[in-house]
């Protein structure tokens, strides 16, 4: 199983309609998760951090499934700036040395139609 | 809005050659990384660093890669003799806290010819 498990896509969606994407990690160790959002050619930008109990942040909700090791993003009313590859992004368990690198998924490809 | 400033966005560079990338992470920040993107695949990390000593390295980050923080601000990659296959974009990181997210730079674009 991959580290970050993410459907590239390309999700072709309509001007206000409400996508979903979705990630999986194998690590069950795991301790943090992101969304970022990366536009072509540019840096990944952290979208929102993703906390068990679920969280929202204006038109975006992110939910975690620590059971199912699973992560979500959903968008609603989506808009023509939302077109981009949405990354999963994982942070390793603390291994007492310090700070552990970001683990990637390679990103859901999403583009807004008008 | 405190931001991760890199330099330079492109530098091509022949084979064999020796490149250094440097950045400046956020002031306050503790946490330091590095992470490579070749073009249309995912961002893999290479590097983190943390109170001037390496904390983790991926098997990308080989005896031909260094990182050093010669000052209080600047972070720098070395890549002593590189080859074709380091062509990418190299992004800096650099967060508060460990376990918490990290904030990019805009990247250096690294061609190897």
């Known amino acids: 199983r991959k580290e970050v498990e993410q459907d590239p896509g390309p999700f072709n969606v309509p001007e206000g309609a409400t996508v979903a994407f979705n990630c999986t990690y194998s690590?069950?160790?795991?301790?943090?998760f992101f969304w970022y959002r990366q536009d072509c050619r540019k840096e990944p930008k952290l979208l929102m951090s993703v906390y068990s109990s679920g969280n929202e942040d204006g038109r975006f909700t992110a939910q975690l499934n620590r059971a199912s090791q699973y992560i979500s993003l959903l968008i609603r009313d989506s808009k023509l700036s939302d077109s981009a590859t949405y990354l999963c992004?994982?942070?390793?368990?603390?291994?007492?040395?310090?700070?552990?690198?970001?683990?990637f998924g390679k990103g859901t490809h999403l583009i807004i139609q008008p | 809005e405190p931001e991760v400033t890199q330099t330079p966005s492109h530098q091509v560079t022949q084979m064999g050659q020796e490149v250094i990338l440097r950045c400046v992470p956020i002031?306050?920040?503790?946490?330091f990384y590095w992470y490579r993107q070749i073009l249309g695949q995912k961002v893999e990390f290479l590097v983190s660093?943390?109170?001037?000593?390496?904390?983790?390295k991926s098997e990308i980050f080989d005896d031909q890669f260094s990182v050093e923080r010669p000052d209080g601000s600047n972070f720098t990659l070395k890549i002593r003799s590189t080859k074709l296959e380091d062509s990418a974009m190299y992004f800096c990181a650099s967060g508060g806290f460990w376990n918490t997210e990290a904030f990019f730079g805009q990247g250096t674009r690294l061609t190897v010819v």
């Open positions: 002031s306050n920040h503790l946490y």
């Open positions: 992004v994982v942070n390793k368990a603390y291994s007492g040395g310090g700070a552990d690198g970001l683990t």
């Open positions: 660093f943390y109170n001037n000593e390496i904390s983790e």
């Open positions: 690590n069950s160790a795991s301790q943090s």
